[in-house]
């Protein structure tokens, strides 16, 4: 007892001490540090406690691995890192169809790669015949781009109305192979100079070559600038530029007065017709400064008398301008084409492989140089051709169709049939797609509703030939030469003509196609 009476004495003695030392908290305004500062906050440095505990933590145990690692840095974080912007451009093209189809593609992508990125995605053969061309429906002007140039710096140049639109050109690089047929005598400056035959390599020679000044001269008309009216001038096309003299043809550099320079301008055809701007015959082109956008007033509108002149003084503009690099571009698909394997998928066309008549009657084949017996070669075929056709016919042809009936309707799954198109439209499409020598389509007739027609270039010259129906032991057969050489479908009329130039003036070679993108 006397324990428990002694526990409880300290006790309330502790307990007078403490609230002595509160009141004399409370009446004392300069309390000691040590007994405030176990009731103030503590600074705790983040940086010494995960030192410390990795110093404490055991060995044995392995850190976590932080499962977003792209959420806690800022290069990959959206929210600490503003999103980096692409050199990707968007760019429309459109199809003869009026379809169209859009692609990114990087800023230094040229006409060439964006060519064949287009044949990739439309299942086409790539013959190396595709271009980009720049179309201004409001000016009425349009050119195929070059395969070197930089199809994002061409977009950036052209108005909000204007578009790129994807077709075939056969004559892109046709001066290269027949420079004599773009390239006449009496325009050539040197040419008549010389007074002797001139070279196909000399002539390309003396444009590539930089040291060279080669001249193209002749007369053209020129609209004058606010007016409809056109003058005839004699003018020249040199490195420099284009001029025309005041004086008669005069080349005294004081009669020669500078037109359009080369460096910042390019050369337009003129799709809108003679009648717009009264212009003296349809031979139109017209020379465009690269940053004019929209405005007529700096248009420099021209006229040649013919086709071969206008063709003339439009391929010398690009080849003064650009030179070398025209054909180094013309090149490349050459040394792709010979350092392909023998066994690699073929990239040109049917038109562009070379076809020939062969005799397999005996052991080995032979090639059939007489095109006379060519010609009875493919009739002994086609006679073959049909004696079979008739023969599965009455033993029950596979086919849900009748072979006559097929016949009539083959024709139309042809990159070369197009269909019930006026005259005018087939002019048009053989102009766009450059007028080289065997360019042809097909169509129907417009004044016979069986028959059709073979719409042809050469010589840049385009010519219309009819196929009549002719009906001959119950089967309908079709010829071009009023029954002379009859076949049983257009195609094999079609291939025949590829192998043989019969009453045609060339043979077939480039079929006018048009791809739906």
Request: glycine share 4%; charged share 20%; aromatic share 8%.
């Amino acid at each position: 007892i006397s324990e428990l009476v002694n526990e409880m004495n300290s006790s309330m003695e502790s307990v007078y001490s403490s609230q002595a030392d509160t009141a004399l908290l409370l009446n004392n305004a300069s309390p000691s540090r040590d007994r405030l500062r176990h009731s103030q906050p503590m600074h705790i440095q983040a940086v010494r406690c995960l030192q410390e505990e990795q110093q404490l933590r055991p060995a044995s145990l392995p850190a976590i691995p932080n499962p977003f690692p792209e959420l806690c840095s800022p290069a990959g974080s959206p929210v600490l890192n503003p999103i980096q912007t692409s050199d990707n451009h968007i760019v429309k093209v459109w199809s003869e169809d009026g379809a169209g189809k859009v692609v990114e593609i990087p800023a230094d992508m040229t006409a060439r790669d964006v060519c064949q990125l287009l044949v990739y995605k439309s299942h086409c053969l790539d013959d190396n015949a595709w271009t980009l061309v720049e179309h201004h429906p409001i000016l009425g002007l349009e050119r195929c781009l070059e395969d070197h140039e930089l199809v994002v710096q061409v977009q950036a140049s052209m108005s909000s109305d204007s578009k790129f639109l994807f077709r075939k050109n056969y004559a892109k690089y046709e001066f290269f192979r027949n420079p004599l047929n773009f390239f006449p005598e009496q325009m050539v400056a040197w040419c008549q100079e010389s007074d002797g035959s001139i070279l196909q390599s000399q002539l390309l020679q003396n444009f590539l070559n930089s040291s060279s000044c080669p001249e193209i001269q002749g007369y053209l008309y020129m609209k004058e600038p606010g007016r409809k009216s056109w003058k005839k001038l004699y003018m020249f096309l040199r490195r420099s530029g284009l001029y025309y003299s005041t004086k008669g043809t005069s080349k005294e550099p004081r009669h020669l007065q500078l037109l359009s320079d080369l460096e910042d301008s390019n050369v337009f055809t003129i799709i809108t017709g003679r009648k717009l701007h009264n212009a003296p015959t349809d031979y139109q082109f017209c020379i465009k400064p690269s940053k004019v956008r929209s405005d007529c007033k700096e248009l420099k509108m021209l006229c040649a008398e013919d086709e071969q002149s206008r063709t003339c003084w439009m391929t010398a503009f690009r080849l003064l301008k650009y030179g070398i690099v025209l054909y180094q571009s013309y090149n490349i698909p050459q040394q792709r084409k010979t350092n392909l394997s023998p066994f690699s998928a073929p990239v040109r066309s049917v038109s562009e492989n070379s076809l020939v008549a062969m005799d397999f009657s005996g052991r080995t084949g032979r090639v059939i140089d007489n095109p006379v017996e060519a010609q009875s070669a493919a009739l002994e075929e086609g006679q073959t051709w049909r004696k079979r056709s008739q023969r599965m016919n009455v033993l029950g042809s596979p086919s849900p169709l009748h072979p006559s009936s097929l016949s009539t309707v083959i024709h139309r799954t042809q990159v070369w049939f197009h269909g019930r198109i006026m005259r005018e439209e087939a002019h048009k499409m053989i102009i766009q797609q450059g007028q080289v020598d065997g360019l042809f389509l097909l169509r129907d007739s417009q004044s016979n509703p069986k028959a059709f027609v073979l719409t042809l270039c050469h010589h840049q010259k385009i010519k219309h030939f009819q196929i009549l129906p002719c009906e001959e032991d119950g089967q309908v057969f079709f010829s071009l030469d009023d029954g002379a050489t009859k076949f049983t479908d257009l195609i094999h009329l079609v291939e025949f003509y590829q192998l043989n130039r019969g009453v045609l003036p060339c043979k077939l070679k480039h079929p006018c196609t048009a791809v739906a993108l």
